[in-house]
């Protein structure tokens, strides 16, 4: 399968206007606080009930979700949203349409949640942050597996590789199995960073995580590796579950000279075969589904 994540620029531009990401600034939630948070809930699930329903039109079956989803989640806990019983009652539809028609949905949670940080406070965020994806995902009726998986990075090293690795698998230990049996790790696009090897080696093997093994990543963190023997590595990790695998292509090979070198492109021109064989690939590229629609080569429109 190929998907996409967060923006539907199709819907986000129709009338009315599909997006789950709605969110609200400090002073808006100091203002209105929890009927407001609770009146954007509920329209950023119905919305992802539309987008998924659009999806399945479009024969997309992987899609990931935008984190705001429950804006300002962690001064609340969602039950106590006035209008919980129908966020709950939307929230199993779309399970139900994921799981009746093996649809799959995922999460990336900010750069900002760093399980492994070396301050307390850090992790605490962190922690809240995955069991507050967990929480969503059982709303909606997922199963606790990777398959809907909750992503993220470590995103440092701390100044040690060893403590920083057991660090995240003892906070691995501690989380609910509504968090730990849905996260994945994914390596990093920064060369004194995490690599699939070392996520493989320090991490999975502890915490036994699968590896989501990101291309366009693994050209700053190979270690020596080819495309393929860094994915092999990080399939290993999956067990039974297909595992996804990210893929982007550079701003800079598309036009844009003076993009960063991790910056992805608008669109992308191909995705290996090899890759689309062996996983689910979530196609990260600012032209969403858009760059679905010319990869399998029916125009930039539904």
């Not at 999956?238 to 910056?263: F, K, M, N």
Request: with cysteine; glycine share 4%; aromatic share 8%.
């Amino acid at each position: 399968m190929l998907g996409y994540a967060a923006m539907n620029h199709t819907l986000r531009d129709a009338e009315p206007p599909r997006r789950c990401n709605r969110d609200m600034r400090k002073k808006t939630w100091e203002c209105e606080g929890i009927e407001r948070a609770a009146t954007l809930t509920e329209q950023n699930f119905a919305d992802l009930e539309a987008i998924l329903r659009w999806n399945l039109d479009h024969d997309i079956r992987f899609y990931r979700c935008s984190s705001t989803l429950v804006p300002w989640n962690s001064q609340f806990d969602i039950e106590a949203l006035p209008n919980f019983e129908k966020i709950r009652t939307i929230a199993r539809r779309c399970g139900s349409l994921i799981r009746d028609n093996d649809m799959r949905l995922s999460f990336h949670p900010s750069y900002w949640c760093k399980l492994a940080s070396d301050s307390s406070d850090t992790v605490a965020r962190a922690v809240e942050s995955v069991e507050h994806h967990g929480r969503w995902l059982d709303l909606m009726r997922l199963p606790q597996s990777p398959r809907h998986a909750i992503n993220v990075h470590i995103g440092a090293t701390y100044g040690d590789k060893t403590a920083t690795a057991e660090r995240f698998c003892e906070v691995i230990e501690n989380l609910s199995s509504r968090a730990s049996e849905r996260l994945v790790v994914e390596n990093d696009d920064t060369e004194s960073l995490w690599s699939v090897a070392e996520l493989c080696e320090q991490v999975a093997a502890s915490a036994g995580i699968p590896v989501t093994f990101d291309y366009h990543h693994h050209s700053f963190t190979d270690r020596g590796l080819t495309y393929r023997e860094g994915f092999e590595l990080a399939r290993e990790t999956w067990g039974p579950v297909r595992p996804i695998v990210h893929y982007s292509e550079p701003a800079r090979l598309h036009g844009h000279p003076d993009a960063r070198p991790q910056d992805h492109a608008e669109f992308v021109d191909h995705v290996p075969p090899w890759l689309r064989a062996n996983a689910d690939v979530m196609v990260e590229s600012n032209g969403k589904e858009r760059t679905l629609h010319r990869l399998r080569g029916d125009g930039g429109s539904p």
